[in-house]
């Protein structure tokens, strides 16, 4: 790890630096299984209506199938879940203590209006199978799947408060929640929903591609996993043109609301008028331009991207820094550049790799030779890895992004750790979290292919005890 | 300045029956979960124990989880205070759960025998561990723990295993095993129902003789003399755990309300003795923080008010439900042969079709 090596040449790793390792090893981790479960909880509900409606076997082989995979996904969710919320208190006490007025509230209502929801239904909809009415039970799949929405809802405006304060005031040196519609209704957050949605739809999507891709090479359970490509193709191919729609007005929000972190996207030190949109750089992203070179530019389309006009005004990291130097005081308000302009690529960049995916199979099923494609089926199994890396590359471009503020404007990282944690605490929080979520990633990996090898069961073939659903939780 | 206001005691009230709730609930789950092997000697039979709390654990783990973003939304002083100060319990707490989460899931799922056996003892170990360390940190909470002026914590993990807390940790932990054993005596049948049996009533006792001498002394090291609300409830406690002795072997759902009472009652003697603060400072009783100190403003609080009266009904109303859905007893053999719900569509094709399909047993 990065610190560690710096720590042998310089000092000991500060418990400050260890706790934004821990919270980004943590919200990473967590958030691989986040889309997939909001995204394939869509997807089975919607099996399991097809096969309400029609009565067609192959769909209720696809509901209990995806849901396997759904439920490993939950699981490890759930696991991490606890830590998620947990973390504020236990590494970021002055954070805590800071927005507590205003962050705690959203969070508690996840848990009353989402998570209660969302467990107790689950546990219907697992074990609820030939208990309930196919309607009852119909409606449980629904329930799940909008509460894990709702969920990602309420944590995204707290959230969406980081990146832009609102409906507060300032008392005792603590933010004071003064408007809670307005921290609900939050433009940043009711994008930053529109974007996970789309997100999670992409994921699970990509999911049923590639392991419907791999099924079908074989000519394996044509029916179940060409239903599955069927809803799959036009849904990642539409979310897809979506979540760049939805990405350009979130991104002249972000110009509005934190222009340091989109000039920090582009590497744009100097404010220039219809900036050019750089696919790649090389150089050292620390200084000023002499030192980045800029290798191949796309004239006017960051200023679009950024204002909405090809000719809009971008300012510059040099010209924002100043000018936060003379508002909030003397420092630097610089993110590190490198990473929130690789990030941002990363991530834009898997959105289209993904489209073109998408859409080329959508063609291709449309022709009719989606089964014979021998390419698009080799290529779309190891595509699923597309989602991951956009989410992940996601949050730390909006996260690193607005550093050195852990909430905008109003509270620097710096100060807001917990000063009754030492170093040595969170080194044994940090390497204990880590090895046990590697572990239990491993283990899911395993159970997750495993389950994909088998493929949906037979009617009338009593499912084996170590495969049964039920057993899930 | 007021040591409180009316929203302040409300939400005190409101987050203490999220905790009550959550101990109540998973006090059973964690008592099975470290029962598994004792109780269940074959796959099958260990199989029907999971599955007795198999549908409700989750939803009852999402007390905490409540009881938690509760705590950070009215109470983020309190919250801030005794999460960060809790460290490394908390951290003990978090992994005991989470792998005692995904062993539910990976137990059916391992291959070798070995696999199973090694999610047996995660199962048993995760739910032992958050059982004793929840008594271990409540007795911490309540009994005052090293605080400075700004609130922060200043003592380490080993501060918090005093004999007084260890002994609050023992007292939940039994208690918890001895709920734990006599749902499973309730909730199943045959040879797991009399194994469970037998641990249960082998299990009352040493948990009420806990339970009580916890509970004594607690009274007895109020800070500034017995508070006499509390030593009523705390003996509403020792009479509910007296009461689950007898029950017991005869009647499970008597021994099961009394150990249930036993829970609420010796938790709420607990935040009696706690009120009016949120964490006791033993550094110097002037550290110690007040419900006023600890609050939200008035207008948050107002707020989740609104949104607590709104839902809470309603998620006790449907938690209700799945108790009533899954009410079935579970036995062994009704995981002899595991069902899915395809054979249920095979069986009514071959029926001609129509209808609902008959209740699968809890295999499937």
């Known amino acids: 790890m990065e610190p560690s090596g710096r720590a042998h040449r310089v000092a000991p790793v500060s418990a400050l630096e260890l706790a934004r390792w821990q919270f980004g090893i943590t919200t990473l981790y967590h958030f691989i299984f986040v889309p997939v479960t909001i995204g394939l909880a869509i997807c089975v509900a919607f099996f399991q209506t097809r096969w309400y409606r029609t009565g067609d076997e192959h769909w209720l082989r696809s509901t209990r199938f995806w849901g396997k995979l759904l439920l490993i996904s939950f699981a490890l969710g759930v696991a991490t879940g606890i830590v998620q919320e947990f973390q504020f208190g236990m590494n970021w006490s002055n954070y805590s203590r800071f927005v507590g007025d205003i962050f705690g509230a959203p969070l508690a209502m996840e848990g009353l209006a989402a998570f209660f929801v969302e467990s107790t239904f689950l546990g219907l909809w697992i ?41 507060y005031k300032m008392a005792d040196g603590k933010a004071e929640l003064t408007n809670i519609a307005s921290v ?10 529109a974007h996970t949605i789309l997100a999670a739809l992409l994921t699970a999507g990509m999911i049923l591609i590639a392991v419907s891709a791999w099924n079908l090479r074989k000519g394996r359970e044509t029916e179940v996993f060409g239903g599955a490509m069927r809803l799959a193709l036009p849904l990642v191919t539409l979310a897809a043109i979506v ?3 939805v990405g350009h ?6 110009t509005e609301q934190q222009p340091m972190k989109m000039a920090a996207a582009d590497a744009v030190f100097e404010t220039q008028d219809g900036a050019g949109l750089s696919l790649f750089a090389t150089g050292d992203f620390k200084s000023n331009p002499e030192g980045l070179n800029r290798n191949i530019e796309i004239p006017n389309l960051l200023a679009w991207i950024s204002t909405g006009y090809p000719n809009g005004e971008i300012e510059g990291i040099n010209n924002i820094n100043a000018e936060y130097q003379k508002k909030y005081g003397p420092g630097n308000y610089t993110p590190i550049v490198a990473v929130a302009y690789w990030t ?11 489209f073109l995916l998408a859409a080329w199979g959508w063609w291709l099923s449309h022709k009719g030779k989606l089964r014979d494609s021998k390419w698009f089926l080799k290529l779309a199994v190891p595509a699923v890895a597309l989602p991951f890396v956009a989410s992940a590359t996601g949050w730390l471009f909006t996260e690193m992004g607005r550093q050195p503020w852990v909430v905008f404007g109003l509270l620097k990282t710096d100060v807001a750790n917990s000063p009754s944690v030492d170093a040595a605490q969170v080194w044994i929080t940090l390497v204990g979290f880590t090895l046990l979520y590697g572990v239990l990633a491993a283990i899911a990996g395993r159970v997750f292919v495993k389950t994909v090898k088998k493929g949906p069961v037979e009617a009338g073939e009593a499912e084996e005890p170590g495969q049964e659903l039920a057993l899930t939780y | 300045m007021d040591e409180y206001t009316f929203l302040q005691v409300l939400w005190f009230i409101l987050i203490s029956i999220l905790w009550l709730g959550y101990f109540v609930l998973e006090g059973f789950d964690f008592g099975v979960g470290m029962l598994l092997r004792a109780v269940g000697k074959t796959d099958d039979e260990k199989r029907a124990v999971m599955h007795s709390i198999g549908p409700i ?25 005794l999460f960060s100060g809790f460290y490394l319990a908390l951290f003990l707490i978090l992994v005991g759960l ?13 291959e070798t025998e070995q696999g199973r056996r090694r999610w047996e003892w995660a199962m048993i170990l995760g739910s032992a561990l958050p059982a004793l360390l929840w008594g271990v940190g409540w007795a911490n909470i309540v009994h005052g723990v090293p605080i400075d002026a700004q609130y922060e914590y200043t003592g380490t993990l080993f501060t918090l295993l005093n004999p007084y807390a260890i002994l609050g940790g023992l007292a939940t932990l039994t208690i918890f095993l001895a709920h734990g054993a006599i749902f499973l005596e309730m909730r199943t049948e045959g040879a797991i129902r009399q194994r469970a049996q037998a641990l249960a009533t082998r299990l009352v006792a040493p948990a009420a003789v806990l339970g009580i001498a916890f509970l004594v002394w607690t009274v007895l090291a109020h800070d500034g003399g017995v508070d006499v609300a509390s030593a009523i409830v705390a003996a509403f406690a020792v009479v509910a755990l007296l009461a689950a002795v007898p029950t017991v072997k005869e009647a499970p759902a008597r021994a099961f309300a009394a150990t249930t009472g ?29 419900l006023n100190q600890s609050a939200s403003s008035s207008y948050t609080l107002t707020v989740m008010t609104v949104v607590a009266v709104l839902l809470v009904p309603v998620v006790l109303a449907y938690q209700a439900w799945t108790y009533w859905v899954f009410r079935r007893r579970v036995s062994a053999e009704d995981f002899g042969e595991v069902r899915s719900p395809l054979d249920l569509l095979d069986k009514e094709k071959r029926e001609g079709g129509g209808g609902e399909p008959e209740p699968a047993g809890p295999g499937s």
Request: with cysteine; net charge neutral.
């Open chain 1, 249 to 254: 007005f979130n991104g002249i929000l972000m």
């Open chain 1, 184 to 193: 609900l209704f939050n433009n940043t957050a009711l994008y930053a929903f």
């Open chain 2, 262 to 290: 036993a829970i609420l009652f010796f938790f709420i003697a607990l935040f009696i003795d706690l009120f009016p603060h949120t964490m006791v400072s033993s550094t110097d009783a002037a550290f110690s923080m007040t």
């Open chain 2, 98 to 110: 989470i792998v005692r989460n995904v062993s539910f899931e990976f137990w059916g799922k391992a």
């Open chain 2, 57 to 81: 654990w989750d939803g009852n783990e999402v007390w905490l989880l409540v009881a938690g973003g509760a705590t950070f939304a009215a109470f983020p002083q309190w919250y801030a205070t």
């Open chain 1, 344 to 354: 941002w690529r990363a991530m834009i960049g898997c959105a289209m790799l993904m």
């Open chain 1, 127 to 167: 074990f609820g199978w030939g208990r309930l009415s196919k309607k009852a039970h119909l409606t449980c799949a629904w329930l799940v799947a909008a509460s894990t929405a709702l969920s990602a809802y309420f944590i995204l405006a707290a959230n969406s408060w980081m990146q832009h304060p609102v409906g």
């Open chain 1, 243 to 245: 979540t760049v729609i």
